[in-house]
């Protein structure tokens, strides 16, 4: 079985700093993906990026870097220079590679609150 | 693009009633899966549909009763609802194909907001 754990309840950031979500996974599984999904105060969620467990290269997509660590089964996620409207839950996931009926496996999820 | 439709988005139910949540997907995607969220636990799977015809229970499947009417839509039944089933239900759907660039990523609704009194 998976098993996906956001150790960060709740983070709470002034506006312009910097904040990492943590995220460890466990699964003997060598083949797998990696998500992270935003659910906004109006409670979408809302598809970030997926990391397949074959690609280590870390990414960056603007304000946001994800950086992925086999060795340490993390796949962390940080927000530079926040912004009011990253406040938000943040939920990693896991899912193994299959060609049907992939089933995500969620942590509990860490609440980012940025004050301006 | 509309991708994942839910309904309905917000309902209340009296012990014992039964109601049926209903998903529908325009991405032409092979799977389909009913989640509830509750606090602190993240999301929970209840059934899925891996491809049009099947179905399966998922982590947290009792009370609960699914239906993949064809590609497009899975619909999820409460026959007798429970206090406990309160929650927040997500449909979402996934294509199969793993070699595509998206394959295999998870696409989520709005989400239904569920209260049994």
């Known amino acids: 079985a998976q098993k996906v754990t956001q150790a960060q309840t709740e983070i709470s950031v002034v506006e312009k700093e910097d904040v990492t979500l943590d995220c460890v996974y466990e699964?003997?599984?060598?083949?797998?993906?990696l998500f992270w999904y935003k659910q906004p105060p109006s409670g979408e969620l809302v598809f970030l990026i997926r990391?397949?467990?074959?690609?280590?290269q870390n990414e960056i997509s603007g304000r946001y870097s994800w950086n992925f660590q086999k060795s340490t089964s993390s796949f962390n996620f940080t927000i530079t220079a926040s912004q009011v409207v990253d406040s938000a839950v943040y939920f990693c996931?896991?899912?193994?590679?299959?060609?049907?009926?992939?089933?995500?496996?969620f942590g509990g999820g860490t609440r980012v609150l940025v004050k301006p | 693009n509309a991708g994942v439709t839910q309904t309905p988005k917000f309902q209340v139910l009296k012990t014992g009633q039964s109601m049926t949540l209903q998903c529908a997907q325009d991405?032409?995607?092979?799977?389909m899966y009913w989640y509830r969220q509750d606090p602190g636990m993240g999301l929970r799977l209840i059934y899925y549909?891996?491809?049009?015809?099947?179905?399966d229970k998922g982590e947290v499947p009792n009370g609960y009763n699914v239906s993949r009417l064809n590609k497009r839509e899975f619909s999820l039944r409460l026959e007798s609802a429970a206090p406990s089933q309160t929650s927040v239900y997500f449909c979402?759907?996934?294509?199969?194909?793993?070699?595509?660039?998206?394959?295999?990523?998870?696409?989520f609704g709005e989400g239904s907001w569920l209260t049994v009194v």
């Open positions: 979402a759907s996934s294509d199969g194909e793993v070699w595509e660039p998206s394959g295999n990523t998870i696409y």
């Open positions: 991405m032409n995607h092979n799977s």
């Open positions: 996931a896991l899912s193994l590679i299959k060609a049907a009926g992939n089933k995500l496996t």
């Open positions: 990391r397949n467990s074959f690609d280590e």
């Open positions: 549909s891996a491809s049009e015809g099947t179905t």
């Open positions: 699964t003997r599984d060598t083949t797998y993906y």
